[in-house]
């Protein structure tokens, strides 16, 4: 226990680095899941996020939780690969939309069909209950965190 922790603060410390250690076998496992297409797991979040409705890259990068600037270093190799184009935003002339070509939907739909196999064997061994637990917990810490500024310095 570090001593300028409290308990709540050392259980906190505890689930980050447990959350953390997730995000990496996460980033892993998407990598591994989406080789098959040719794509990694950012590309593949990314290719996710197109098909889920037209958005710009600023759009996508909040709905991931990433940069603009690093949904569009993917968008833009995306694009030079064929799986998205940029289409014009009637609301907005600069910020183009994200669509997937029908090459992108077809790598989409390759990874999606393997992470359905994959999901569903860890959902059987976590289980469903459990599972939608561990999804509020980690909701309210990122509401928290995303409310609470950084001690400065």
């Known amino acids: 226990m570090n001593p300028d922790r409290t308990p709540a603060g050392d259980a906190f410390a505890t689930f980050a680095i447990s959350v953390l250690r997730l995000a990496g076998h996460l980033q892993t496992a998407g990598d591994a899941l989406a080789k098959?297409?040719?794509?990694?797991?950012?590309?593949?979040?990314?290719?996710?996020?197109a098909d889920h409705a037209p958005m710009t890259v600023a759009d996508a990068g909040r709905a991931l939780g990433m940069s603009r600037q690093g949904v569009q270093r993917?968008?833009?190799?995306?694009?030079?690969?064929?799986?998205?184009?940029?289409?014009?935003?009637?609301?907005?002339?600069?910020?183009k939309l994200?669509?997937?070509?029908?090459?992108?939907?077809?790598?989409?739909?390759?990874?999606?069909?393997?992470?359905?196999?994959?999901?569903?064997?860890?959902?059987?061994?976590?289980?469903?209950?459990e599972i939608a637990s561990a999804t509020q917990i980690v909701t309210a810490a990122l509401q928290a965190i995303e409310k609470q500024s950084l001690p400065e310095g």
């Open 36 to 49: 098959p297409a040719g794509q990694t797991s950012a590309r593949w979040q990314v290719l996710a996020a």
């Open 74 to 95: 993917v968008a833009d190799l995306l694009e030079k690969d064929g799986l998205i184009t940029y289409a014009d935003n009637p609301a907005h002339q600069r910020a």
């Open 98 to 129: 994200m669509a997937l070509t029908e090459s992108g939907k077809a790598a989409l739909e390759t990874i999606q069909a393997r992470q359905a196999v994959w999901a569903n064997a860890l959902g059987e061994i976590l289980g469903k209950k």
